[in-house]
């Protein structure tokens, strides 16, 4: 099983409250997957700012990070945790340098995500511990994913947890499973691009990467990924600006969409969509197989 | 017309109310569910002379296994309405996920928006209107029973088809394997003008094409029944 939830906002008016519709709608997802849960969000764009994600099992190593990895990159960063979660602000001009001198001085440290806007928090447990751990609900933002999982292709951990982040302000979610991941990964590893778990998704995210950064458009990965990719999936996925959606073929991973003049939201069943606003007039209809949808802001 | 409000009420507690209403007979027959809210199970198991109406849209497998009931969705309905029905009539206003009408063996199915994949999949005599599009695979393996498409069929329609009978009156984007466009006799014109009268559909029997099986599979060929 596995549920989604997307949720991408026209109008700016609903920015402040993204969190608590999307948390809300995962929520309402938690009987679909129990084992992990996670979310992206788009939050508002900081000038000159990057930020950067990063989970700990041992919260303690989000101590002192701050000053020693200023140290490390020569510039300020700021530091504001969350639990197992940190989010490390720094002028975007060093973010490139941040992974390879956070690996040197925090080795178990991961990173959820890197980008300019995203943000990523994703843990094993229901989506309601999950979002609430996080303060989810006080987020704000352009649009978000969220994922509640049953596993199937690898462990239940916090790193095979959903979203998948395979470079800045990109995510993925997947319900579903890819039969040819391994071969994938041996190509993408070719490629240069690297593919942390051993996670199917992870492999589908590094895909739509790979694709984007040999100049493909969002639209245009997503397409090349129904040629490329072989199994059962319904992919949501975010950019800094860009919201999309695809299923394979068959289509037996189910997927409900609902679009207004307000925002376009995506959910594994129509129970996800019922709190939206405006829900009673919007235009509700089920992704079509092999079909790519994308909106850009 | 009684009221069932699903905001008020647990799911087990308001499908045991319309279970014993339907098996217990009474003059109140008449009954609607509100708030529905996309729940899953909605309405099911129901053996009796009951008219439910749901007022939203549902989840899976609303109306599964229905006998003599006339239930309707004023909205969608999600994967696996009327799965497995055995009589009565289903009736939904807007659109129906995958595999509506699965597996069942009798009744009438109508859905006003379009259905989505895999409709009428394996249906065993079940009638089945549906006055917008169906999606790829619909009729797979279905052994008898009427499919009638108004809008267009999508990809490998009848695949491995038994005895069902397909109506489509759009274009019917591929057909599955085994699956033949067949003459359209007065019979089936007679059926035909029956089923959409039943349904209320807009539609006109000389409008559709005909499908069935063309029986050249293995299963039907008898020097294989040794096999077994």
Redesign the interface.
């Known amino acids: 099983m596995c549920g989604i939830v997307g949720l991408f906002l026209k109008d700016p008016a609903l920015e402040p409250a993204l969190g608590e519709m999307l948390a809300g709608m995962l929520v309402t997802m938690t009987d679909r997957g129990p084992d992990s849960a996670g979310l992206a969000l788009y939050g508002p764009q900081e000038n000159g700012v990057a930020k950067i994600t990063v989970q700990s099992d041992d919260p303690a190593a989000f101590e002192g990070l701050d000053t020693a990895l200023a140290e490390a990159l020569g510039g300020p960063v700021a530091l504001s945790a969350a639990g197992s979660h940190a989010v490390l602000r720094l002028d975007a001009a060093r973010a490139g340098e941040a992974p390879a001198a956070l690996a040197s001085l925090r080795p178990g440290m991961r990173i959820t995500s890197r980008g300019e806007t995203i943000e990523i928090y994703k843990e094993v447990g229901l989506p309601a511990d999950v979002a609430a751990r996080f303060g989810v609900a006080g987020m704000a933002g352009t649009h978000g994913i969220g994922h509640t999982r049953m596993a199937t292709e690898s462990a239940v951990t916090t790193r095979g947890a959903h979203p998948f982040s395979t470079a800045p302000d990109q995510c993925l979610v997947h319900n579903g499973s890819l039969s040819n991941h391994h071969n994938l990964r041996r190509q993408l590893a070719r490629a240069g691009v690297a593919v942390e778990t051993e996670n199917d998704s992870e492999v589908a995210a590094a895909y739509l990467t790979w694709r984007m950064q040999e100049g493909a458009s969002l639209g245009d990965a997503l397409e090349q990924a129904l040629d490329d990719l072989d199994g059962f999936f319904t992919f949501v996925v975010g950019t800094r600006d860009g919201f999309g959606v695809v299923r394979d073929?068959?289509?037996?991973k189910?997927a409900?969409m609902a679009e207004t003049d307000a925002y376009v939201a995506f959910g594994s069943?129509?129970?996800?969509?019922?709190d939206l606003p405006g829900i009673e007039a919007a235009r509700?209809?089920?992704p079509?197989?092999a079909t790519v949808y994308f909106w850009t802001r | 017309m009684q009221t069932l409000d699903l905001a008020q009420s647990d799911l087990r507690t308001l499908n045991a109310t319309l279970q014993t209403a339907a098996t217990a007979g009474g003059n109140e027959t008449a009954w609607e569910v509100v708030n529905p809210r996309g729940a899953h199970a909605l309405a099911v198991g129901l053996d009796g002379p009951l008219s439910v109406t749901v007022r939203g849209s549902t989840g899976y497998y609303c109306a599964g296994m229905n006998k003599q009931a006339t239930v309707q969705v004023a909205g969608s309905a999600g994967p696996g309405v009327a799965e497995n029905m055995m009589s009565g009539t289903v009736v939904v206003e807007g659109d129906a996920s995958q595999y509506a009408g699965a597996t069942g063996r009798g009744g009438l199915l109508v859905v006003k928006g379009n259905a989505s994949s895999r409709c009428g999949i394996s249906m065993k005599g079940i009638d089945i209107v549906v006055f917008g599009n169906v999606g790829h695979m619909s009729a797979f393996m279905a052994q008898a029973g009427t499919l009638v498409v108004l809008g267009d069929a999508g990809e490998a329609l009848g695949d491995s088809l038994y005895e069902a009978r397909l109506f489509v009156r759009g274009s019917v984007r591929s057909l599955g394997a085994d699956c033949v466009e067949k003459e359209m006799r007065p019979e089936h014109h007679a059926l035909l003008a029956d089923l959409l009268e039943r349904a209320g559909a807009p539609a006109a029997p000389e409008e559709f094409r005909r499908y069935g099986s063309a029986r050249r599979l293995y299963n039907f060929d008898i020097d294989n029944a040794s096999a077994y």
């Open positions: 073929p068959i289509a037996c189910p409900v069943e129509y129970r996800a969509l019922v509700v209809w089920e079509e197989p």
